[in-house]
């Protein structure tokens, strides 16, 4: 009888995680095309700040791009407790897929925020409190990069890397709530507040479907990622029978010719 | 546990003279920093604090690798595994001697060293009070980046990549506290209690990560 299984449980199964994978993926592309596409029309045809003119639309990229770059960290986290606590085989392969997505994303929110500071602040860097931490989570990022590239058992790689991965949780909510508890030059938070955005809807609309936009790229690419992860792992498998049996074919021959 | 601390406060300061290339890796960096930005007595009194808490994360961080490094290559690593005490306990202890063998030398240098920079005697107090109370924070979460890197053949450089980053919010107090006690505007106190915050937290956090860590480095 087949035991009965949850929906995480089930996927630990990777070629039903893949058969998933391949279902959903075509309809999240085309979400993630459609959402950019209303995002980003909306961006550029939104008026213009009275203030700030038209370098208030590099929010609209910048924005999204910091939130995401949270939010991955969390997903890596929450993965990183999936391969310690209940050892889900998935588990490992989310973290990894997610690192580099992570960090292109911290990297998009530092660059276009470094972009919209020169006209604003006048001056390409500040080294406030904001960008100071999500300079840290950008460099947390390539250090876990760096420690799954180092290991080569992707096991141990995994669970060493998930040790750091939790370790440095520590630094999301010190971003997240730097710019409240510091009185420092960037603003502080305008959209996500208990007490309801204090931002004008001409600017929430884009913002917010350009939000949404990238979070399905993230989780489109997330998929994406981790399927060749799999991938990547089977071949390295695959070749490894392959080595081993050639060289077992290899042995005896030299024998014979003696 | 005592035995064990002594052990490795003995070992540290007798073989191979690790503990002497930390304290001359601290003066190289601090020897170094004037020239780079020039002898300006008037500077160097001001950046002071910050090359010294600089040099001593530097330091630290250097050292870090020799925290579980000889214990796994003879051994004895797996014995301590199947002590009685809890892994914590010996890791927190390790670290504690570590601190003991590798920094506190660092930090009783590191008056001179402000001498050297042209630091006022308020500067000098702060910087030496802020390094005692922060930098166990720094080998304590060290200690995390070192179990992890302790098990790969080639982990010497990671650690102080892995760990810099966490590193950098007791930088960011231990230099604020130090800048305050030297000026009239800003508050000693509290960057300094974040800074004892932070070290109670990393005493907990990095020997949990650390031994964590060593369990599930090897199989």
Redesign the interface.
Known sequence: MKPKTGMIAGLANPTRFLTLVGRVLPFMIAITLVLFAVGLFLSFTSEADYQQGNTVRIMYIHVPAAWLSMMCYMVMAAAALGTLVWRHPLADVAHKAAAPIGAAFTFLALLTGSLWGKPMWGAWWVWDARLTSVFILFLMYLGIIALNRAVDEPQRAARLSAILILVGVINIPIIKFSVDWWNTLHQPASVIRLDGPTIDPVFLWPLAAMALAYTFAFFTMHLAAMRNEIYRRRVAAMRRVAASRAEEAARPQPREQE | MGALYRRDVILALRAGGGALVGLLFFLCVVATVPFGVGPDLALLARIGPAIVWIAVLLSTLIGLDRLFRAERDDGSLDLLKMQDEPLVLIVLVKCLAHWTAYVLPLIILSPVMGLLMNVGPAGLGAAFITLLVGSPAITF?GA??AA??V??P??GL?VP??I???A??VL?FGVGASYAATSEIEAFLPPFLILVALTLFFAV?GPL?AS??LR????
């Open positions: 979460i995390a980046g992890i890197a098990s790969l080639r982990g990671l990549i892995l810099l980053p966490l950098i919010p960011i956090v990560a964590l860590a599930q480095g090897d199989d």
